[in-house]
């Protein structure tokens, strides 16, 4: 039932699908970071195992500061780097429909969790992207200027 983590794999997907498989485990008296920390051993393969099996003794002293190292280790900052590039420069391509490029919007957002931008934001730059024909659409269907709504509303 664990999932398996090798390096091929996205790790913010990996700890997600972790935490969603430890989340219907129960073990009386086990705090749930305690059994995240048994099982994950057993979840990394070839080089992530052999990265956590040559830590520094006692480096590791709770769920978090894994969490932390891990993706140190397999989510650098310039992944990061680059994704917040790519979800700044959004833009509608190849006349797709609003909801498609909305759909492909949130998938880059949810390969970057720690993009550390605002809704507000975040829908300016769907908006700003979008084509000039989508954009009047939208304008449209807020009965009015979009940028002008709240972000909740937005």
């Not at 790790?11 to 219907?24: G, I, N, P, Q, W």
Request: include cysteine.
């Amino acid at each position: 039932m664990l999932p398996k983590f090798t390096s091929l794999v996205d790790a913010y997907s990996f700890l997600r699908e972790f935490k969603d498989v430890c989340s219907v485990m129960h073990f009386p008296n086990i705090h749930i970071d305690v059994m995240r920390m048994k099982l994950i051993p057993f979840t990394l393969k070839d080089s992530a195992k052999r990265w956590m099996y040559g830590m520094t003794a006692n480096s590791v002293t709770s769920w978090n500061d894994f969490v932390r190292l891990f993706l140190r280790k397999y989510f650098p900052n310039a992944k990061t780097v680059k994704l917040k590039t790519e979800i700044n420069q959004f833009v509608q391509i190849d006349r797709k429909s609003f909801w498609k490029y909305f759909d492909m919007f949130k998938n880059l957002l949810a390969q970057c969790p720690d993009h550390s931008l605002d809704q507000a934001c975040l829908y300016q730059i769907v908006y700003e992207g979008l084509d000039q024909q989508t954009k009047t659409m939208v304008d449209s269907m807020c009965q009015g200027d979009f940028l002008s709504k709240s972000a909740t509303t937005a």
